[in-house]
């Protein structure tokens, strides 16, 4: 296996650096524009353009614990496809795959695949045209498909809100600038950020938009340091970033970038040994306090498509993200959380525990005082974010 150094963060108060391995070799084809979604510590990924030019609807599971080992699930219950967007939710047990194009043209079906039964499920359908190589995000138990091509080769500026308790959809406000597709998403709640990709020319984009859910609003965020498109998103909250993709049609990128609100975007360097355009990347929650990056296929330069994946495991115990130290007390403590930080109005506080399930999402004026008494005895992690932008994280224990 090769190994490959990236440095994962670095500020004034911190440095990490974390490792990506390559594990056992993705089982289906060699493929590019598959997608990807995580249910707990396993990770999924199916569909794509495999070699001989023919579309596939296989999927298969990685389950990241001990060594990391492949598994078939069945076959999504519909046409072959690619271009599709994939998501899942933190507290999820199902992970979602939307839209993208079969044979016949771009697609508006939704589908969720639930671990419990093992088994596909058509949800409600996009109310709109079809449309494929979209991006999609997550925020406060709701997901958002944004820009793509629909028929035609058309792009789009739409952005449309799916709630999955309802199963419906709900158009909410176009992202800002040209329509784009191929572009790569990535959460670091409380907002939701839309990267690169293609405009209808097929050049690639560096601008970024940064969504507003409360509010229901997009504003630009610092731009990515070069243009690219078909990368995609290493993870969510834990490890925002993106990796992979191309500037044009013979450069193809094989780092990764990092963002964080205000510092913007932290080449973290090379994450495999060839560049890929139309790589598939999801997280994974490993539980007891650390969860995995999984990153692989797509087609590099010479236009040959690959089977290789790339893990790497990043730990919970992280004490501090940002620009500014978040500190909790008691610590351990029994019954109640009290956050200090240095800033000025809202604090929004994000709290999970050891497997990445969400506990508490909430935003607080004035010093944060949380009851947690009905918790689970472990480790907890505070992530804290002002209204300035300063996003802090730290480690709780509950006695």
């Given at each position: 296996?090769?190994?490959?150094?990236?440095?994962?963060?670095?500020?004034?108060?911190?440095?990490?650096?974390?490792?990506?391995?390559?594990?056992?070799?993705?089982?289906?084809?060699?493929?590019?524009?598959?997608?990807?979604?995580?249910?707990?510590?396993?990770?999924?990924?199916?569909?794509?353009?495999?070699?001989?030019?023919?579309?596939?609807?296989?999927?298969?599971?990685?389950?990241?614990?001990?060594?990391p080992q492949w598994y078939s699930v069945p076959q999504l219950p519909a046409s072959p496809r690619q271009y599709c967007t994939a998501f899942n939710f933190d507290f999820g047990t199902e992970g979602y795959l939307f839209g993208g194009l079969d044979a016949n043209g771009?697609?508006?079906?939704?589908?969720?695949?639930?671990?419990?039964?093992?088994?596909?499920?058509?949800?409600?359908?996009?109310?709109?045209?079809?449309?494929?190589?979209?991006?999609?995000?997550?925020?406060?138990?709701?997901?958002?498909?944004?820009?793509?091509?629909?028929?035609?080769?058309?792009?789009?500026?739409?952005?449309?809100?799916?709630?999955?308790?309802?199963?419906?959809?709900?158009?909410?406000?176009?992202?800002?600038?040209?329509?784009?597709?191929?572009?790569?998403?990535?959460?670091?709640?409380?907002?939701?950020?839309?990267?690169?990709?293609?405009?209808?020319?097929?050049?690639?984009?560096?601008?970024?938009?940064?969504?507003?859910?409360?509010?229901?609003?997009?504003?630009?965020?610092?731009?990515?340091?070069?243009?690219?498109?078909?990368?995609?998103?290493i993870a969510a909250d834990w490890l925002p970033g993106i990796i992979g993709g191309a500037s044009n049609d013979t450069t193809f990128h094989s780092n990764a970038y990092m963002y964080s609100e205000p510092d913007g975007w932290t080449d973290l360097g090379p994450v495999i040994p060839y560049g890929l355009r139309g790589g598939a990347g999801t997280y994974a929650s490993g539980g007891g306090g650390w969860n995995a990056g999984v990153y692989g296929t797509g087609l590099d330069s010479s236009f040959t498509r690959h089977r290789e994946?790339?893990?790497?495991?990043?730990?919970?115990?992280?004490?501090?993200?940002?620009?500014?130290?978040?500190?909790?007390?008691?610590?351990?403590?029994?019954?109640?959380?009290?956050?200090?930080?240095?800033?000025?109005?809202?604090?929004?506080?994000?709290?999970?525990?050891?497997?990445?399930?969400?506990?508490?999402?909430?935003?607080?004026?004035?010093?944060?005082?949380?009851?947690?008494?009905?918790?689970?005895?472990?480790?907890?992690?505070?992530?804290?974010?002002?209204?300035?932008?300063?996003?802090?994280?730290?480690?709780?224990?509950?006695?």
């Open positions: 296996m090769r190994s490959i150094l990236l440095l994962l963060f670095a500020c004034g108060h911190c440095a990490y650096s974390q490792t990506w391995n390559q594990i056992p070799d993705f089982p289906g084809t060699a493929r590019d524009d598959a997608a990807a979604f995580s249910i707990g510590p396993h990770a999924y990924f199916g569909t794509g353009m495999q070699v001989g030019w023919s579309l596939t609807n296989d999927w298969w599971m990685l389950d990241i614990i001990g060594n771009a697609l508006n079906e939704l589908w969720s695949f639930s671990e419990s039964t093992n088994s596909w499920t058509q949800k409600a359908s996009l109310p709109a045209a079809g449309r494929y190589a979209a991006a999609s995000f997550t925020l406060n138990s709701k997901a958002y498909v944004v820009t793509g091509l629909v028929a035609g080769g058309h792009t789009t500026n739409e952005c449309w809100r799916y709630d999955p308790l309802a199963d419906d959809w709900l158009q909410v406000a176009d992202i800002p600038g040209i329509g784009r597709h191929r572009a790569s998403c990535i959460n670091s709640w409380p907002y939701g950020y839309v990267a690169g990709g293609a405009d209808s020319a097929y050049q690639a984009l560096s601008d970024v938009w940064r969504y507003d859910a409360n509010n229901d609003e997009w504003t630009a965020a610092q731009s990515l340091p070069e243009a690219r498109y078909g990368a995609d998103a994946m790339y893990m790497t495991v990043f730990a919970f115990n992280i004490e501090e993200f940002g620009l500014s130290a978040v500190y909790v007390h008691p610590n351990p403590g029994t019954s109640r959380v009290v956050i200090e930080m240095p800033h000025v109005g809202p604090l929004d506080v994000l709290i999970t525990d050891a497997q990445g399930r969400r506990v508490l999402m909430e935003r607080f004026i004035g010093r944060p005082e949380i009851d947690a008494s009905n918790w689970k005895s472990g480790l907890y992690l505070v992530h804290a974010t002002s209204e300035e932008g300063h996003t802090c994280r730290t480690r709780w224990i509950k006695q």
